[in-house]
């Protein structure tokens, strides 16, 4: 079994900042991408950040210049860095790591039990 555990929403004003980490644990042979989705009430579930495995990163077009994703392979760990947020950044933020437990078996995704960011004043 795999778990993801995530922490660091919550409340914040416009133009400060979050930190969301997403810890994975259990059955892990190895970890390729690593990423973190967003999904905000009435609408699809959307894309914030990647990594992969070599830490080649992508980024929503609306996030781009204010968030930064990072990981620490050691830890199996992912970080999503919010800066200058807005209140169009409010959504359950949820994160997603594709892996392998074993070497036999096929890269799986598994997500994150999701975690509430609220910009408002």
């Known amino acids: 079994q795999v778990q993801l555990v995530e922490s660091g929403g919550g409340l914040v004003q416009p133009g400060g900042s979050l930190r969301l980490s997403c810890a994975a644990s259990?059955?892990?042979?190895?970890?390729?991408?690593m990423g973190w989705y967003r999904q905000a009430p009435g609408k699809q579930r959307e894309l914030v950040a990647a990594?992969?495995?070599?830490?080649?990163?992508n980024y929503a077009y609306s996030v781009k210049g204010r968030f930064t994703i990072s990981r620490d392979n050691a830890k199996n760990t992912v970080y999503l860095q919010m800066n200058s947020l807005k209140p169009e950044d409010t959504a359950v933020y949820y994160c997603?790591?594709?892996?392998?437990?074993?070497?036999?078996?096929?890269?799986?995704?598994?997500w994150g039990q999701g975690t509430q960011v609220t910009v408002s004043s």
């Open positions: 990594i992969t495995s070599g830490s080649k990163s």
């Open positions: 997603n790591v594709v892996l392998l437990v074993d070497r036999n078996s096929p890269l799986r995704a598994y």
């Open positions: 259990g059955s892990i042979f190895s970890i390729n991408a």
